[in-house]
Nanobody, 123 residues
C-alpha cells in the first residue's frame, strides 16, 4: 500500500489550496481515508475522515471551509481548502484505515500514511 500526497504550498490568508492523495494497493470505498495535520510543537490532529460508506467527519476547526472528496475511479482522495487561515499552517498527511476502526479521529487507528505535504498560510 502506498499513499502519495501532493498539492501543498504557500498561500496568503483567505486563499485556497487543493491537496491530493494518490493511493495504490487498496480500494477507497472499502476503507476509511483521512487527512491529518501536524503543526510544529503540536500533536497530529484529524482534519477530515471519509468512511468506507462515503460519510465524512470534519474537525470543527475546518467545517465550512474544507471539503474532502474521493475519486474511486482514480483511487485518489482530495482535500479542498478554502478561506485558509495562518492557523491552518501544518504538514498535512493522508492516511488509510483498513480495519474500519470506530475511533476515526485517532491517528493510531490508521494503518498506512503518506509522506506529508507542507501547507503554509501567511497573514
Amino acid at each position: 500500500v502506498q499513499l502519495q500526497a501532493s498539492g501543498g504550498g504557500l498561500v496568503q490568508a483567505g486563499g485556497s489550496l487543493r491537496l491530493s492523495c494518490a493511493v495504490s494497493g487498496l480500494t477507497l470505498n472499502r476503507n476509511t481515508m483521512a487527512w491529518f495535520r501536524q503543526a510544529p510543537g503540536k500533536e497530529r490532529e484529524l482534519v477530515v475522515a471519509i468512511r468506507w460508506s462515503g460519510s465524512t467527519y470534519y474537525a470543527d476547526s475546518v467545517k465550512g471551509r474544507f471539503t474532502a472528496s474521493r475519486d474511486n475511479a482514480k483511487n485518489t482522495v482530495h482535500l479542498h481548502m478554502n478561506s485558509l487561515k495562518p492557523d491552518d499552517t501544518a504538514v498535512y498527511y493522508c492516511a488509510a484505515d483498513i480495519q474500519r476502526s470506530v475511533a476515526i479521529t485517532t491517528a493510531t487507528s490508521y494503518d498506512f500514511w503518506g509522506q506529508g505535504t507542507q501547507v503554509t498560510v501567511s497573514s
